[in-house]
């Protein structure tokens, strides 16, 4: 895949700092330029293998007066790798990977958290003849080189993919992609270990007839974008 500007997840005013806590899931605690600053936390997940004290962190000014944090926490180095792990961000890169034929190549509707049934799946596209719902899936969890989902218990994703195997009774096409927010990869993998009924309802869908992918990303401490396709192990 080319690193086209049109599929690129921009970031704006990047700072880099030193993780010193987390006193709860939304906020992080970051010494920038000699000071402590409190940070907004754009994840709710554990990220216990990323955010340790003295880890290299990468922050975005917020731009908005009103808020009580200045900064967002959108990106973490782990080694020789640079996760981002801004919750938001695999949404934004699919919605751009969509309008440019990621998956249609010529789409003629694309709506974001489209309604089906009592859920909000993450998105509905239809071209001229087919329709899909894709519900997507940010990755941070790596374990020797291997990617993994997810890394908390997930009641609400079985629940989307519960709807995803009903929906193709329904003629819909149906798509779990997992964005894996860092590069390189060996491929990926359920998180069997943190959430067994997680992975049993993957493998389902599987059987079912659901499309499951999984893209890398490339990421730079401004910018994320799915870049290659990766092997998915069930």
Not at 82 to 106: C, F, I, R, T
Not at 112 to 137: C, M, N, Q, T
Not at 180 to 187: A, R, T
Request: proline content about 5%; overall charge positive.
């Amino acid at each position: 895949m080319n690193y086209r500007k049109d599929t690129n997840m921009q970031y704006s005013k990047i700072h880099k700092g030193k993780f010193i806590s987390r006193p709860n899931r939304f906020i992080a605690h970051v010494e920038l330029d000699g000071r402590i600053e409190a940070c907004h936390v754009k994840n709710t997940g554990r990220l216990k293998e990323l955010l340790t004290p003295g880890a290299v962190v990468y922050l975005e000014d917020s731009e908005n007066p009103g808020r009580k944090t200045k900064y967002d926490l959108i990106a973490v180095e782990k080694g020789r790798l640079l996760v981002n792990m801004d919750s938001q961000a695999p949404n934004q890169a699919v919605k751009k990977w969509l309008k440019a034929g990621g998956l249609y190549p010529e789409p003629r509707r694309i709506c974001p958290e489209y309604r089906y049934g009592d859920s909000k799946i993450d998105f509905y596209i239809e071209d001229e003849s087919r329709r899909a719902l894709i519900e997507v899936k940010g990755v941070t969890l790596e374990r020797d080189g291997v990617a993994a989902f997810p890394d908390a218990l997930t009641d609400r994703g079985i629940k989307h993919i519960r709807h995803l195997i009903q929906s193709l009774k329904d003629g819909y096409e149906a798509y779990v992609i997992f964005v894996i927010q860092f590069k390189p990869v060996k491929y990926f993998i359920p998180n069997d270990l943190t959430h067994p009924a997680f992975g049993q309802a993957l493998r389902d869908a599987y059987c079912a007839g659901v499309n499951i992918l999984a893209y890398d990303c490339r990421v730079e401490p401004d910018r994320m974008e799915l870049d290659e396709r990766v092997e998915v192990k069930l």
